[in-house]
């Protein structure tokens, strides 16, 4: 399991550890996200949904600073300090490099394609 993975079934933990389904409800409504319509019909449904839809959003810190807010006793983590789901890790992150010639190719999270070689190529939007 990478640490990303493990990050984000550690926040579904303390969410069912420590909130009850109305306390659930006000943290969706705190991060305005809408309570019914996460998917699924029962509380660990909705807290799997929320913790998914947060991370697909880049909103993960908004989740563990609302929840340090409404809960400080739980130990949140940092979502700084652990590998985003575009790279999972320095030794990851580092497999990603490629070395051709004189190029260095480095993929991180990409919203196109890199197209060429070496200093010749170019970038185009998908």
């Known amino acids: 399991m990478t640490a990303q993975r493990e990050y984000l079934v550690n926040l579904r933990e303390l ?12 943290l969706c409504f705190d991060l305005d996200v809408e309570y019914e319509d996460l ?16 991370d697909r ?9 609302v929840g340090a807010r ?4 739980i130990p949140w983590r940092d979502p700084d300090d652990i590998p985003t789901h575009a790279g ?3 030794a990851e992150a580092n497999a ?3 070395q051709r010639g004189k ?3 480095h993929i991180e999270r ?17």
């Open 70 to 73: 409404l809960r400080p006793d």
């Open 15 to 26: 969410l069912t550890a420590h909130f009850r389904e109305s306390e659930l409800r006000t």
């Open 39 to 54: 998917r699924g019909t029962g509380r660990s449904d909705k807290e799997r949904e929320l913790v998914a839809y947060l």
């Open 96 to 98: 990603r490099v490629e």
């Open 110 to 126: 990409a919203t196109g394609i890199a197209i060429g070689a070496g200093d010749a190529g170019g970038y185009r939007q998908e």
């Open 88 to 90: 999972t890790g320095e």
């Open 103 to 105: 190029s260095n190719i």
């Open 57 to 65: 959003h880049d909103r993960m810190g908004e989740l563990t600073e």
